[in-house]
């Protein structure tokens, strides 16, 4: 098993841009979550989804849309980069069921200037 | 002021010693408790879970949970240079399943 793959692994952007960050995970978990990782602020959630076609809004969605059209996959885009989401961006599964163990992709690092 | 706080250290310990690591929270609804590691330029992977309040032993790893101080901690015996890493601790509710709150993380050096 591959896990949790994340894509790209560094990305560069200029404010005004748009992009999307791939995760994809092959253990057949329903459960997906992607994170901001930011000096001194921990691990903030974005958005999560609790299986296929259902997401919802963690601490921090200002600025992201998700979708989740498969299990596998999950990608996080970027409507309009503003420096304000230059920081390393984690993508994570786990079961669904009593699910507290989250498996963590390598991360993204994004700068956008 | 966020639900979660934790000292970012860094926390200095020789080989050997046993590394004392804390969370204090403020939502008395959370249940479930995380402690992860995560190495540098790395995603955190987990060491312990507990639910709800107690003592949990994994190896050289303890977690303990006191819901009365809102307060739990993860020591680490005989610490190695391989535990140098940054802890973080989440935490869950169980009507919000799904929404982790992690503090800041602490960061651990070990060493030789």
């Known amino acids: 098993n591959a896990g949790v793959t994340q894509t790209p692994k560094f990305q560069v952007l200029k404010t005004g841009q748009s992009m999307t960050l791939q995760c994809a995970q092959d253990?057949?978990?329903?459960?997906m979550s992607w994170y901001r990782q930011d000096p001194g602020m921990g691990l903030r959630l974005i958005h999560y989804?609790?299986?296929?076609?259902?997401?919802d809004q963690g601490e921090v969605p200002n600025g992201y849309n998700v979708s989740r059209s498969t299990t596998e996959d999950f990608p996080l885009r970027l409507l309009s980069a503003a420096p304000s989401q230059t920081s390393v961006y984690f993508c994570?599964?786990?079961?669904?069921?009593?699910?507290?163990?989250?498996?963590f992709g390598p991360g993204t690092r994004l700068t956008v200037t | 002021q966020k639900e979660v706080e934790q000292d970012p250290g860094p926390l200095s310990v020789p080989e050997g010693a046993i590394v004392s690591l804390n969370c204090t929270y403020s939502?008395?609804?959370?249940?479930?408790f995380m402690w992860y590691r995560q190495y540098s330029r790395k995603g955190p992977e987990l060491l312990m879970y507990?639910?709800?309040?107690g003592n949990k032993e994994d190896g050289r790893f303890t977690a303990q949970v006191d819901k009365s101080s809102k307060y739990i901690s993860l020591f680490i015996r005989d610490s190695q240079p391989s535990d140098s890493a940054t802890y973080l601790c989440?935490?869950?509710?169980?009507?919000?399943?799904?929404?982790?709150?992690f503090g800041a993380g602490t960061q651990v050096v070990v060493t030789p």
């Open positions: 994570a599964s786990s079961y669904s069921s009593g699910g507290t163990e989250q498996y």
């Open positions: 253990m057949n978990h329903e459960y």
């Open positions: 989804s609790v299986g296929a076609g259902i997401t």
């Open positions: 939502n008395s609804a959370f249940q479930y």
């Open positions: 507990t639910y709800s309040s």
């Open positions: 989440a935490m869950m509710t169980t009507d919000s399943w799904g929404k982790f709150q």
